[in-house]
C-alpha cells in the first residue's frame, strides 16, 4: 500500500471516530452552550459575591480592600445596614402584591372564560393584557403624576367625587401604594395564566358537577380549583421569585422612602453598594438574601410539589 493510500485511510478513520464521539456525547455538545452561559452569568457572579461578603471592599479605605473580615460584613449588615427592617418590609410587599394579584387574576380569569361570546373574549384578554407592556420606571413615573397632591388626577377624582379628602399616597401610605400599583401593572400575567388553565378543564368534569346540583362557589372549590392546582402552584411561583426581585418601580417611585417605608431588600443592596459604596456589606446582604429565597421555594416545591404539571 503506497503512502498516499495510507494517508487517507488514516484520515478516513479519524473521520470516522470524530463522527462516532460526535454522535455519541451529541447531547452534551448541545448543553455545552448553555453550561458555558451559566457558568458566565450565574456561577462564577455567585462565587465572586460571596468571595466579596467575606473581605473588606469598602471604597472609601482602599487601602483595606481585600483584606478578609470574615463574617464581619453579615454581622454589620444585620447591626447597622437595617436588614432586618428591609426584610419585615420586603415580606409585606411580596405577600400582598401576590395576595392581591393572585385572587384578581383568577376573578379575571373566571369572568373572561364563562364569556360567550369570542370577539369579547379575545376583546377582554387584550385590554387585561396591556398594563403588563408597561415598563417598571416609565410606569414609576405615570403614577408619580397620576398621584400628586397637587396635579394628579386620582386626588383629583377622589376630592371630587367622594366626600373623603384625598391622601398624599407617597407621603402617608407608600407601602401600600407600591403594592397597589405593582398589582395593576403584573395582576395580567396571572390572568394570563389562570385564563389558560381554565380553559384546559375538562367540560365535563364541571357539567357533571352541574347535574349532581353543585352551586357555582362549590364547582370551583371542589372541581376546578383541585384539577388546576399544578397551575396554580406554578403560576405564584413564578410571580413570588419575580417579587423578590423588584427593584425599578420601587426605586424610581419613592427611593426607598419616605425614610426606610417602602426600601425593599434589593433597594438597601443598592444602597450600601453605591451610595455608601460598601460593597462587602451589599455582597453579605445579597448572599443572605438568595439563601433565604432558594429556601423558602424548595419548602413550598417541597410541601406543594409538582404533582400534575408535566401531565
Known sequence: MSTQEQTKTARGISLRRARELWNEYLPYWFMTPMVLVMLLITIFPGVYDLYMSLVAYELTSPSTIGTFVGLSNYETAFTSAGVVHSFVITIAFVGGALALETIIGFILAALVAGVKSDRMQKFYRI?????????????????????????????????????????????????????????????????????????????????????????????????????MKPVVFVATLIRLIDLFRTFGMVFSLTRGGPGTATQLVSINIFEQGFRFVNLGVASAIAIVYLVVIVALCNVLIAKVGFEGVWD
Open 127 to 227: 385590554a387585561f393584557i396591556l398594563p403588563m407592556a408597561v415598563a417598571p420606571v416609565s410606569l414609576a413615573t405615570i403614577f408619580r403624576i397620576m398621584l400628586n397632591a397637587e396635579v394628579g388626577v386620582v386626588p383629583y377624582l377622589i376630592q371630587t367625587t367622594t366626600p373623603f379628602t384625598a391622601p398624599n399616597f407617597l407621603a402617608e401610605i407608600p407601602l401600600l401604594t407600591v403594592i397597589l400599583i405593582d398589582t395593576w401593572n403584573w395582576t395580567p400575567f396571572m390572568f394570563i395564566i389562570f385564563y389558560a388553565g381554565l380553559s384546559s378543564v375538562p367540560d365535563t368534569l364541571v357539567e357533571a358537577a352541574k347535574v349532581d346540583g353543585a352551586p357555582m362557589w362549590r364547582r370551583y372549590v371542589h372541581v376546578i380549583l383541585p384539577y
